[in-house]
């Protein structure tokens, strides 16, 4: 099946449908990651390639409800730069959900898209998929089942930062090891494999058996060539 993840450039959902046999593809603005299937540019370009379907990863950076602080000035005005940018982002979010492909899941943090949009079909954890971390992750659903927990841990331990505000290991951890910001977003962004591999196995089986049904019932047709 013709599969496209957008919005990625570490390769982490990508490979794991590509290693349950599926034609994946990842696309971003920036360059991949990791070798493999990629298409650096803008995800409209390549919308309505024929692909059955859609997991989309979003940037967060105006979606995110942690990011409302930013959205007035120290004197109490609006940040009108930054009203504008999450406009934007909402209805590059909006374009994405109304793409021309029969499954999409859109994925992002807590984030206006609940207020703005919709309220997400589910809500999962890294820690119900092996990964003792937590990460709460939306997840906007057409026409795919939720996903079903693989192995559930514990949550993990969380670090108390000078702010006095607590954080999930992961997320100190990024901050540990990044030297900039972007390299801090790249750590904070990425997919847990756990959930990756949830997606393919799961999302990747549901468009397998309804390709069968449709195969058996004759509403798809095959042409065979001599």
């Not at 603005?29 to 990863?57: C, E, F, R």
């Not at 120290?74 to 499954?103: C, H, Q, T, Y």
């Not at 207020?115 to 954890?125: A, G, L, V, W, Y």
Request: glycine share 6%; net charge positive; hydrophobic share 35%.
């Amino acid at each position: 099946m013709k599969v496209l993840i957008a919005c990625e450039y570490s390769g982490a959902v990508r490979d794991a449908f590509i290693k349950q046999g599926h034609d994946a593809m990842s696309c971003d603005l920036l360059p991949t990651d990791v070798d493999g299937p990629h298409y650096q540019g803008s995800v409209t370009d390549i919308l309505n390639d024929g692909w059955d379907l859609m997991i989309a990863h979003p940037p967060c950076t105006y979606l995110a409800v942690s990011g409302n602080r930013w959205l007035y000035n120290k004197d109490g005005s609006r940040n009108e730069e930054r009203w504008d940018n999450r406009r934007e982002a909402l209805d590059f979010v909006r374009l994405l959900m109304n793409a021309p492909i029969e499954r999409i899941a859109v994925e992002n943090p807590v984030s206006v898209i609940s207020s703005e949009i919709r309220k997400p079909d589910q809500i999962i954890q890294p820690w119900q998929f092996g990964h003792g971390e937590t990460k709460k992750t939306c997840l906007w659903l057409k026409n795919l089942p939720k996903l079903k927990p693989t192995k559930i841990v514990g949550k993990g331990e969380f670090v108390t930062f000078k702010s006095g505000k607590k954080h999930p290991a992961w997320y100190a951890e990024a901050f540990a090891k990044a030297k900039t910001k972007a390299e801090r977003q790249k750590l904070r962004s990425k997919t847990f494999q756990g959930i990756a591999d949830a997606m393919a196995e799961q999302w990747g089986k549901d468009l397998l058996d309804k390709r069968c049904t449709d195969l058996c019932s004759g509403t798809l047709q095959l042409e065979f060539r001599s």
